[in-house]
């Protein structure tokens, strides 16, 4: 492996942190991001441009401002998306297939109840746009590492999950967190410091089998 080359980005500012998650979506691609104050109160928000080329150049982005729900063409007009109180930065956006028709599965970690590092509430919203509005908010699962003593000295923290639908299956979707210890002497050991995996029910999820 090597490093093919770098590409510095001219963003109007670094209030938002771009690149959560990219993907396309009809004519569009749809870039996610996130505005951290360095407190709980992590907000989501969402750009969209016409080309891939466009990714290292932020004056053809458009910005979604939930508020008047209209993209625009400012950074500094853009709104968190709607119906999202609060969220982990690595956050997941996917499209999905149901019985019912298509939906954006949004999956993350509520970062205010309880705050880190005991982070443990895995948290998903539903939508039918990429941009939002976001309902259905619900808890899937309560980690039980949180809190938990590491092998050492400290105690440990999850965070970081999301969503892998390539990997759905009849019981669901697959979802991934990860494991880490406020204390580093605590990673001497593999247990403290790994990735964990849970089965989401969705109902009417519809699934490549041969996945």
Sequence with gaps: ????????????????????????????????????????????????????????????????????????????????????????????????????????????????????????????YYSCNPQGPWTNRTVVYSTPESGAPGCSVGTLYTYDPKAHPEFASSAGILVSYNVNSVNSADLVCANDYKPSFIRVPIAGLKFDAAH
């Design 1 to 124: 492996m090597k490093l093919e080359s770098i590409q510095p980005i001219a963003l109007p500012d670094l209030t938002i942190e771009w690149g959560t998650r990219i993907f396309k979506e009809g004519a569009y691609y749809y870039l996610y991001g996130i505005m951290d104050p360095g407190t709980a109160n992590k907000l989501p928000y969402v750009a969209r441009f016409a080309k891939l080329s466009d990714l290292s150049d932020p004056s053809q982005w458009l910005y979604w401002n939930a508020t008047s729900r209209t993209w625009v063409s400012g950074q500094s007009d853009a709104t968190a998306m709607a119906g999202v109180p609060a969220i982990t930065n690595e956050y997941s956006v996917h499209r999905l297939n149901a019985a019912t028709g298509p939906f954006y599965l949004m999956t993350g970690m509520d970062p205010r109840n309880p705050p880190y590092p005991g982070w443990k509430y895995v948290t998903t």
